[in-house]
Structure formats: structure tokens, C-alpha cells
Nanobody
């Protein structure tokens, strides 16, 4: 069973940047979509960015132009580069493979 571990979260000022990483304990099967979701207390988990099995990237409207998703299959790692962060980006961020396998999350807090 492959497990996912996110890292890279933290406290950052508005306008700052963070890069999240998600390391899989085994090979990431390219047949599945891989992506990042986020969740704040009391709200549903929402899609942030996705790489489809066909290699296309999809982004939530709220993060387009600011966030970039990428993957390194050789390192079994998924990344999320987050620039121009806003307070409304504050959330727990989760990586996923196929929306079936999930990591435990990493907290991102954007505040002055």
C-alpha cells in the first residue's frame, strides 16, 4: 500500500510563496490523476490543482496564475508551487492519487 506524506506548509505573509511536496512511498502510477486539495474547518475539501492521467493540468479559478502543480516520477513526488499567497489560501492542503489515496495534510497559514 502506497502512502503519501506532504510537507512544506507553514506560516507566510500575504504575497509570499511556499512550495509543497508530496512524497509517495512507492511508484506513482501514471494511469491516475494526481493532485492537491485543500480544506478549511467547516467546509468541504476543494480541488486546488490536478494533473490528469493524460498529462493535462487543471486549476481552481481561485489559484490560476498563482499556483503551479508539477510532478517528478523519478522521485515519486508531487509539488505545488504557491506564489502571491492570500489570506484566503489558508487551509490544510492534501495530496491525492486518484482521489482514493490521500496524505495526512500540511497546514498553510497566510497572515501578517
Amino acid at each position: 500500500q502506497v502512502s503519501l506524506v506532504e510537507s512544506g506548509g507553514g506560516l507566510v505573509q500575504p504575497g509570499g510563496s511556499l512550495k509543497l511536496s508530496c512524497v509517495a512511498s512507492g511508484r506513482i502510477n501514471s494511469a491516475y490523476d494526481v493532485g492537491w486539495y485543500r480544506q478549511v474547518p467547516g467546509k468541504q475539501r476543494e480541488l486546488v490543482a490536478l494533473i490528469t492521467s493524460a498529462g493535462r493540468t487543471n486549476y481552481a479559478d481561485a489559484v490560476k496564475g498563482r499556483f503551479t502543480i508539477s510532478r517528478d516520477y523519478a522521485k515519486n513526488t508531487l509539488y505545488l508551487q504557491m506564489n502571491s499567497l492570500k489570506p484566503e489560501d489558508t487551509a490544510e492542503y492534501y495530496c491525492t492519487i486518484g482521489s482514493v489515496l490521500w496524505g495526512l495534510g500540511t497546514q498553510v497559514t497566510v497572515s501578517s
